[in-house]
């Protein structure tokens, strides 16, 4: 039963690498929420925007990749700044909903133009990483995943660094858990907002090289923003080890579901087992598994 | 001038509670119901007459989400997925048993009233977001379900056929019969959320989404009205389903994706969150705009770029148009159209005084 | 009170009168095609190529006259792939007086297909669902003209047969599909075949909008060890499926790709000719820019002082667009030929339809006979190969398992 079990491993690893790499575009959203209390909506679409740019770098201005890769991450930082100072701004301290539909809308400005500037069709995102897989015993590597799982690991180690260690991390956390006493402390609260969402374009940015690479890039790159809602609610929504952890989990689960769920019900549960789990765990946990927990008052 | 309430006396509590009491209100509803009733479908072509009846659905169904997000305060992704319910419930039973369709509007409305309050059980513990989300999975399972159980879905296609409705020995399939068929059970929708809102149960409602706790304190049962809630949402979200398997003629349900789900949830924001006035007006306006940036794009863009780029552009645009409104009104006016149908009112109500 | 309230509603009687008015603006002369696209939806890789595709065939032909001395008018509505739009852009169209619709998109087939044949306006739905309407008798008034998801399928198999050696017993044969109405509707055919020639099939679904098929393909590559696999997907997933294959290290000179995986786009999209090299596609319209309609058409840009339009050079869904325009332009053509008064209807249409045989159109349509019980017309198609930077044809115009098409139309029909 070798053949079996070198099939488990086989998406035991699929999973794994995919998890981290959820978990990448996961922190970009995890990112949002924890300095700002912004829900983002939009984030597959920063993801297929930063995409679209790099791509459209490569392909038509034949620029080489660290020229493309830099312009795709400074143009989304620019971006995130931007978007800030323009509409989010005028949305703080508005309902939780209100932001959410913001971000609903201008996750549908930003599939409209992506096309329009760029044209329809799908683009390669080309990387000089090898396609052929790393063959370890029973275990098929695509060295693309490798690479994002490690791009993955090494932001989370990043930005967790950032935000317990470094001064401008600690103010950012001071301006999420409370804004009027963070602005008396002397902390200029607009400036970290518009941080928040900087470091939000960047982590998008590199999310878009490397799913760009994996699927191609068009408008259906947004759609790997769905997959976001099931990793950030398992893993709390303003926790970064949550982002990692929920990424992982989601990945396993569903290769897991795919590999022998499917093929006795006919196909179809990877996309939604990810959403029951994370059901369940709610039920258990209602803020995630490392989430804050919101203590109410009447 | 029009200050309304000069010279209007009551004698009984009745009277004073009513839903218009003013004489002018009366005029107006009288007026706007003789538009709906006479003009518009006696006059207007067979296309402007389809798009009526899709604003029509979509009233309908605004009307559900808006007592679930706007007067309870329960965020829900799942409408589309209760309006599949009602409309494979409906379709099953029309092609199954031959019911007649009174049964199945009603037997569609109470499985999708069933199913919500199930995908309702996790608002017990989880709030906000997070139920957000939960919603979410609700509707991704229910599309999965109905895809996947041939028995609901009547086969690979899983699409139904339904038979036009009959009324007697009529049979109603051109779009001014679809319109009056419709426009009953708008308006039924209409005054039963008008009603609720003011009954007990509304009101309980209110409190739930102001404040939850201090409501459970006093002694409202907010689980059971969390499902109640839930419930009665679904329930108009499974009969939008049913009349809107009968305007197409067919169940299928991938008309009834999460982008569907999203549209509602825009159809009452940018309306105007717990009010029914707003749902209205978030229906028409959400409905209306892609056409109505067809229409003008088709007239004028012509003008302007040669017609490749204009058939490129038309749909993109639509898309950032509709964004762009999305969060026009977000940034301007948060309450919504209702709001600005409000100051309106209140402007004219003094005027020609300021204040 | 009252006179305000009267005045006003006479008012609107005014204007919703004048409104009215403003109804079918009557077609002297034009004939109207209604045209359905996709260009920001899922599928949008291939409605911004295809569509452009029926443009300019109808632009060529009204440059030439138009049809019997009637210019055609092709309204195109995008509607994103939805339903709803799809119903509105149909009432549009009617209200404009089209007499013909070409349909896109399996769920808007099935959604219209009641008011087509209510309405008596011939829609065509080539090489998608449903494909239990080819039958014509069934369904009068929907027109499939090309192989549908079941010709596609026995045509896959026929195809793996011989490359395989003639003979399937024993092998396995893995079906990779869009996890939806359209993807599903081949298997039937296929689980039919698969006892008829003893092959061991295996599905494998991949959910909408399928962006994320690694498990999917590892099962194919590693566990299921499948010798041959059809690939039913369409959007942005062939494009995802290619590179999934190669990263596993699945030759991709063992996937066949029905039609809406089979274009320059798709290969494009995953990285490009050299990348997909081995892929077998499957076509129901001529590859390439070597047909004489296609030179005409640049002909006509020429002589208006214009570049051809780039579209052209995504030849596979761009022929296709082509293809669907021109039948639409013969079915006119033989509904004009019989009433010479010009007035035609959605029914004269229909019967113009059924009588298209041998109209190949330089080879770029295959040659189709369209029956008033046969409104596929053959089912025939081409596969073609990815090979050294480019297509190259490796089969001519066939179909193969008639007769187990045949056999599941009438079942269908029974329903």
Not at chain 2, 178 to 185: E, G, K, R, S, T
Request: charged share 15%; with cysteine.
């Amino acid at each position: 039963m070798s053949d079996d079990f070198g099939f488990f491993l086989l998406l035991m690893s699929n999973g794994l690498l995919i998890g981290l790499m959820y978990g990448l575009i996961a922190l970009g959203f995890v990112l949002v929420y924890k300095a700002t209390d912004a829900v983002n909506f939009a984030q597959g679409e920063f993801v297929m925007i930063a995409g679209i740019l790099v791509a459209a770098a490569l392909g038509v201005w034949k620029a080489p990749l660290w020229l493309a890769a830099g312009l795709g991450i400074a143009a989304m930082i620019g971006f995130g700044f931007a978007l800030e100072r323009t509409t989010l701004r005028k949305l703080i301290g508005r309902p939780v909903i209100a932001v959410v539909m913001a971000t609903i809308g201008l996750a549908s400005i930003l599939r409209g133009i992506g096309p329009t500037a760029f044209g329809a069709g799908s683009r390669p995102l080309p990387l000089p990483i090898p396609d052929e897989p790393i063959v370890v015993g029973p275990l098929f590597i695509p060295p693309i995943q490798l690479v994002g799982g490690l791009v993955s690991l090494m932001f989370l180690g990043g930005f967790g660094w950032f935000f317990v260690k470094s001064r401008k991390g600690i103010a950012m956390r001071a301006v999420a858990d409370n804004q009027q006493v963070a602005m008396a402390m002397g902390i200029n609260v607009q400036r970290y907002f518009g941080l928040a969402w900087a470091m939000t374009g960047m982590v998008s940015a590199l999310g878009g090289i490397i799913w760009g690479n994996i699927i191609g890039v068009d408008v259906n790159l947004s759609l790997v923003g769905f997959k976001v809602f099931p990793v950030v609610i398992l893993g709390g929504l303003d926790s970064i080890p949550g982002a990692v952890i929920g990424g992982l989990i989601v990945g396993l689960v569903e290769n897991i579901a795919a590999g022998y769920v499917d093929p006795y019900v006919g196909g179809g549960t990877k996309d939604f087992a990810p959403y029951v789990l994370m059901i369940l765990a709610l039920m258990i946990r209602p803020y995630g598994i490392f989430g804050k927990k919101i203590i109410e008052r009447v | 001038m029009i200050h309304r309430e000069c010279g209007v006396l009551k004698t009984t509590y009745e009277a004073d509670m009513g839903l218009y009491p003013l004489p002018i209100a009366k005029w107006t509803v009288g007026i706007i119901a003789g538009l709906f009733f006479a003009v518009i479908p006696l006059t207007l072509h067979e296309y402007y007459l389809s798009i009526a009846n899709l604003v029509w659905i979509a009233v309908i169904g605004a009307l559900g989400l808006n007592i679930l997000v706007g007067y309870t305060g329960q965020v829900s992704i799942g409408h589309g997925a209760f309006m599949s319910v009602g409309a494979y419930t409906a379709a099953n039973l029309a092609t199954r048993l031959d019911s007649p369709w009174p049964v199945n509007l009603l037997a569609g409305g109470l499985m999708a009233a069933a199913v919500g309050a199930v995908v309702g059980i996790p608002s017990l513990r989880i709030k906000g977001l997070y139920l957000a989300i939960a919603t979410l999975a609700g509707q991704l399972i229910i599309e999965w379900t109905i895809n996947h159980v041939t028995f609901i879905s009547g086969g690979v296609q899983a699409s139904i056929e339904v038979p036009r409705p009959r009324l007697g020995s009529m049979v109603l399939s051109s779009q001014r019969d679809m319109y009056y068929f419709l426009l009953v059970f708008v308006v039924l929708a209409i005054v039963g959320t008008m009603n609720l809102v003011r009954s007990r149960v509304g009101r309980a409602f209110i409190a739930i989404r102001d404040q939850d706790i201090a409501a459970e304190i006093i002694g409202i049962d907010i689980f059971r009205y969390k499902l109640l809630a839930f419930a009665i949402s679904s329930f108009y979200a499974g009969m939008t389903g049913v009349l809107y398997t009968y305007f197409l003629g067919i169940a299928n349900y991938e008309q009834f994706q999460i982008g569907v789900s999203i549209d509602y949830l825009a159809m009452i924001i940018i309306g105007g969150l717990g009010s029914v006035l707003g749902s209205i007006f978030g229906a028409i306006f959400v409905t209306l705009l892609p056409i109505v940036i067809r229409l003008s794009m088709e007239a004028f863009g012509g003008m302007f770029l040669p017609q490749q780029v204009v058939l490129n552009l038309i749909p993109n645009l639509r898309l950032m148009m509709f964004g762009a409104l999305i969060v026009f009104f977000l940034i301007v006016e948060p309450d919504g159209l209702n709001r600005l149908w409000r100051n309106i009112r209140s402007y004219f109500r003094i005027w020609p005084f300021a204040y | 009170m009252r006179h305000f309230g009267i005045g006003l509603l006479a008012a609107l009687v005014a204007v919703m009168g004048a409104l009215g008015a403003l109804s079918p603006a009557a077609a002297q002369q034009e004939i109207v095609i209604g045209l359905q696209c996709d260009r920001t939806g899922p599928t949008q890789i291939v409605g911004t190529v295809l569509c452009p595709g029926f443009h300019d065939y109808i632009a060529l032909v009204n440059s030439k006259g138009g049809v019997e001395g009637h210019k055609l008018r092709a309204l195109e509505i995008d509607h994103e792939y939805k339903v709803p739009p799809a119903v509105e852009s149909y009432e549009r169209h009617k209200k404009e007086g089209a007499v013909t619709m070409a349909i896109y998109g399996t769920p808007q087939i099935y959604a219209l297909a009641a008011k087509l044949t209510e309405d008596k306006i011939p829609g065509t739905s080539p090489g998608f669902g449903s494909a239990a309407a080819a039958d014509g008798i069934r369904y009068p008034y929907i027109f499939p003209i090309a192989a549908t998801y079941w010709s596609q399928g026995t045509a896959a198999v026929d195809f793996v047969k011989k490359q395989l050696g003639g003979s399937l017993k024993g092998k396995k044969i893995a079906f990779i599909f869009y996890d939806n109405p359209a993807g599903r509707e081949p298997i039937e055919v296929l689980e039919d075949l698969a006892v008829i020639e003893g092959f061991q099939f295996k599905m494998f679904a991949v959910p909408p909008p399928g962006v994320e098929m690694g498990a999917q393909i590892l099962d194919i590559a590693q566990r299921f060890r499948a010798d041959f696999v059809i690939g039913h997907l369409f959007g942005g997933a062939p494009a995802v499926s290619i590179k999934e294959f190669k990263r596993v290290g699945y030759p991709l000179k063992k996937v066949v790709s029905f039609v809406w995986g089979s274009a320059e786009a798709n290969i494009d999209a995953a990285g490009g000719f050299a990348v997909a090299e081995g892929y077998y596609t499957m076509q129901f319209a001529g590859v390439g820019s070597d047909y004489p309609v296609l030179n005409e058409i640049r002909e006509m840009y020429k002589k208006e002082g214009k570049p051809a339009p780039k579209e052209m050079a995504s030849t596979v869904y761009y022929n296709r667009g082509v293809l669907i325009a021109a039948l639409h332009v013969e079915a006119i053509r033989n509904a004009l030929k019989a009433k010479k008064d010009g007035k035609i209807t959605g029914a004269d249409v229909k019967a113009g339809f059924e009588k298209i045989s041998n109209f190949t159109l330089g080879g770029l349509v295959p040659p189709l006979k369209v029956t008033p019980t046969d409104h596929e017309g053959g089912g025939l198609v081409q596969i073609w190969q990815v090979k050294g930077g480019k297509f190259e044809k490796v089969t001519d115009w066939y179909s193969a398992y008639t007769d187990v098409v045949a056999k599941h139309i009438k079942q269908a029909a029974s329903k």
